[in-house]
């Protein structure tokens, strides 16, 4: 029932900027962090951007000053804004939520958005 889905990702030239957006619906409650991820070609899934319930945000070091994560939790959304793209930054993006099903219940369940590509030429 609970799902996120993704937008904002495109083919951009190195410089220009993005932003990805994720929403969740369904039964979910709660959230807690909401992050973003990115898996490269050939590369295993890492960690790019984080944001807690209260917004305090962590990034990557690879993408520090360049990325901006948000969250509205009036509407189960995070963002994340991407400046000054580089090639290396080519990669299938996905956010992630932690979340619960219903008031009281006792700890968290993650779930991934179904990712959307952005393609950064040089």
């Known amino acids: 029932q609970v799902e996120l889905v993704e937008s904002g990702g495109g083919l951009v030239e190195a410089g220009g900027s993005l932003r990805l957006s994720c929403i969740a619906s369904?039964?979910?409650?709660?959230?807690?962090?909401m992050a973003w991820y990115r898996q490269a070609p050939g590369k295993r899934r890492e960690w790019v951007a984080a944001?807690?319930?209260?917004?305090?945000?962590n990034y990557a070091d690879s993408v520090k000053d360049r990325f901006t994560i948000s969250r509205d939790n009036a509407k189960n959304a995070v963002y994340l804004q991407m400046n000054s793209l580089k090639p290396e930054d080519t990669a299938v993006y996905y956010c992630n939520v932690e979340h619960q099903l219903y008031s009281g219940q006792s700890g968290y369940l993650e779930v991934w958005g179904q990712g959307t590509l952005v393609t950064v030429s040089g």
């Open positions: 369904g039964n979910v409650f709660n959230i807690n962090t």
């Open positions: 944001i807690t319930r209260g917004g305090t945000t």
